[in-house]
């Protein structure tokens, strides 16, 4: 398996950024890491042992960038407008330095995203944010309130970055009706501490008209890797 490293200096964080790519072709597929993970949390955990076949096979070219959790949503030595500014930082670094990485190797037609427990909340709010540059979003157990990050405090920032809370209020069709060509997946398990969030997350999108797939795992399944790898294997 064709396996790279990769390391930029990042204008909108102001520092190195690492990332690692597997695979050589295939549909290109972003990977944000759980709360605090680094970029080689994916390889770590057993979730490319998993996909193997399918990105040995050019079919799937995952693509695992850092975090900087512990800089924004994580850091409570700051106040949480800093926290937010941090993340929308980490956004931009996504869209405007990290997609043009992915077109520069891949050049396939659309892009999904994924993650699982914290980076499935990362995954969502990206492409909910950015529907005409996500066409598949695949959440893992994914946890998508950040109120619990702020100690009270919310501005519009928050707000815009707060799923449950700004897609309640969408109402603009050009967001809408890219939310509805978009594979929205929201995966949980019937023990997952995160069933609830994605039970909530899923009749949002069903109120405004969106598709998206509840896959609610039974065998006592909870919030944990071993779960996470059968599940990459049947969505990607």
């Not at 709360?35 to 490319?48: A, H, L, N, V």
């Not at 060509?181 to 398990?189: D, E, F, P, R, W």
């Amino acid at each position: 398996m064709n396996r790279e490293f990769h390391r930029a200096y990042s204008q909108q964080l102001q520092r190195d950024m690492d990332a690692l790519v597997f695979g050589h072709a295939g549909h290109p597929l972003v990977v944000f890491p759980t709360s605090m993970g680094k970029f080689f949390e994916y390889e770590d955990r057993g979730m490319i042992r998993a996909l193997a076949p399918k990105i040995e096979a050019g079919e799937l070219q995952v693509f695992c960038p850092d975090a900087v959790d512990t800089e924004s949503w994580y850091n409570k030595g700051v106040h949480p407008r800093v926290r937010v500014m941090r993340h929308i930082q980490y956004e931009n670094y996504i869209l405007q330095e990290f997609l043009p990485f992915i077109r520069w190797k891949n050049q396939s037609r659309g892009l999904a995203v994924t993650g699982c427990s914290f980076g499935g909340y990362q995954a969502l709010n990206f492409a909910l944010k950015h529907p005409d540059a996500v066409t598949q979003c695949i959440s893992m157990g994914g946890a998508f309130d950040i109120h619990q990050f702020l100690d009270g405090y919310y501005d519009d920032d928050c707000y815009f970055n707060n799923p449950p809370d700004f897609l309640q209020n969408m109402n603009d069709d050009w967001f809408l009706n890219r939310y509805r060509q978009m594979k929205i997946v929201l995966a949980t398990g019937e023990w997952d501490m995160c069933l609830d969030q994605n039970i909530k997350m899923s009749h949002l999108l069903d109120a405004k008209g969106v598709p998206n797939w509840l896959d609610i795992w039974g065998d006592h399944s909870q919030h944990d890797w071993p779960w996470w790898q059968m599940m990459a294997v049947k969505y990607f």
